[in-house]
């Protein structure tokens, strides 16, 4: 989007309200989503939820071509298409709803550059393994990826991402890593967030941040996706104020505001849950 | 030690941000480095800079050989917190999804300094044949590294990604401004890794003359990230801390480095009081007092250096 339309979104979101029937769109949640999509869709749906947005989980096997960046989820808002949980929080703050207003500069500075952690490690190390594992892409993510399609497409597309994935690890000079380095990155970011949450209900102690529903949407989904091998969430359950944090939003954010609201399991979305 | 890196110039002691980092934070660690220049060399094309050398064994990229260094006990981060080693992590990581992008953008695909500043200057630093070829490589390497990572679609132009990846990198000297504050340092008195990753990509924009420089305007108006990166190369790089560093060189001990640098801020201080007792107008000097008052300065240093 260029900076004009993107002024220009954010003024017209302004005059709006938000509408009761917004709507998340992610691939199929059985047979089809990824774990690194599986975690954005989860930390938009935790970053709404702990705004108090009401929004309605779809999901098509197409998502990926509906959104206007390519990537998922977006949600569908009024006459509005938004991707991916940065230009979200933009947009949600234009209508006036944040969670870091109460933030000062350096606070903003900090809560900024974990989100870049989690986005340049956690995100990342997803990718790799899904895509760069020989043992994960083949038994697990291609299958899945290309899951609503018919022969020869499924192997076209499926391989079609491989390669441009692959393409960006050598980019970013992840290409020559072997999986130890990439569990031992993903250890490190985690030693990191866990550092720098301590014994706080969240990451700024008493309120939530986006932060804290992009930590939660990842940790959360590594936590309880079987991959081939679960060294990864091995990783993550050594740090036990990570588990009992993603076990408090849970709580707070999902369990809880379900059986208020009585929406019943076509809203429960998150999946499988911690315990 | 020996260091491969990219060669300096406009007033930095290398041009290329990943050889900075790794000279920063050595001087800041202390650790001594024999710097041998990649430049006028066919390894301009078939090396991985910077490349550091010690007994056999090489390390390529910064964070490798901040590691390495680490563990041949020249550590600068020796008194951080653990939540401030997390918090240089995330900085390092706010640095490269943010800022990098920006800057090979301003560097190696933006037409007109690329043309006019970065071609000539790479072309002129290699050997004949290969300055035909060793700028037009790095700058397809920054072009597509810029539309893999911030492309929205795999076919999308340059042009689209421009507008976002500067509001990006604006974004992110304003969060590192407000982050350095009004303190020397990003933690406290000491610099480190974190003060050589921020070095590393902002003292290059501070210091090009860029004929196209909307990323270098901003950070213009940014004072404290400016001065920070005068500072640095002020007390490390300039022509009077090397005039000092064989003193410190010889010290293996970080904890010593750390006293240097304190005994060379008092004396500073020292320095500063004694300047305004002279201009003090019972004390008319008579002499121009500002460059006797340097070698005077290291002149204290040298002799409160235990080494």
Known sequence: MSLAAEAFVSQIAAAEPWPENAILYQPLREDQILLSDCASSLAVQAYLRMLGLPVRVQCRANAEYMSPSGKVPFIHVGNQVVSELGPIVQFTRAKGHSLSDGLDDVQRAEMKAYMELVNNMLLTAELYIQWCDENTAAEITRPRYSSPYSWPLNHILAYQKQWEVRRKMSAIGWAGKTLEQVYEDVSQCCQALSQRLGTQPFFFNKQPTELDALVFGHLFTILTTRLTTDELSEKIKSYSNLLSFCRRIEQTYFESQDRDSQLGASDYSKGPSLM | ?307
């Open chain 2, 1 to 307: 030690m020996e260091l491969l890196c990219w060669g300096g110039d406009w007033d930095l002691p290398s041009v290329h941000t990943e050889s900075l980092i790794v000279l920063a934070y050595a001087k800041f660690a202390g650790a001594k480095l024999t710097v041998k220049l990649v430049d006028w060399t066919w390894r301009t094309i078939t090396a991985t800079v910077p490349q550091l050398h010690h007994e056999g064994t090489s390390v390529t990229e910064p964070t490798q050989i901040l590691n390495f260094l680490r563990q041949n006990r020249f550590n600068a981060d020796y008194e951080l917190s653990a939540k401030q080693g997390a918090d240089t992590m995330a900085y390092i990581a706010l640095l490269e999804e943010k800022l990098r992008p920006a800057l090979l953008h301003t560097f190696w695909v933006d037409a007109e300094n690329y043309a006019n500043l970065t071609r000539p200057w790479f072309a002129s630093h290699s050997p004949f044949p290969l300055n035909f070829f060793v700028p037009s490589r790095q700058a397809s390497v920054a072009l597509s590294r810029i539309l893999l990572t911030k492309a929205e679609a795999p076919l999308h132009s340059v042009a689209e990604v421009e507008g976002k990846i500067y509001s990006e990198a604006k974004e992110c000297l304003n969060l590192l401004s407000h982050r350095l504050g009004s303190s020397h340092f990003f933690f406290g008195n000491t610099p480190t890794s974190l003060d050589a990753f921020v070095f590393g990509y902002l003292a290059p924009l501070h210091k090009a003359t860029l004929p196209s420089a909307q990323l270098q305007q901003h950070l213009k108006q940014l004072h404290n990230l400016c001065q920070f990166c005068t500072n640095i190369l002020k007390s490390y790089f300039s022509e009077a801390a090397s005039g000092s560093a064989p003193a410190s060189q010889d010290a293996v001990d970080a904890n010593l480095q750390k006293l240097t640098q304190l005994v060379n801020k008092e004396s500073n201080l020292i320095e500063k009081m004694d300047d305004n007792l002279r201009s003090s107008p019972q004390h008319r000097p008579s002499r121009p007092h500002k460059p006797e008052a340097k070698p005077s300065s290291l002149a204290t240093a040298r002799n409160l250096t235990p080494a």
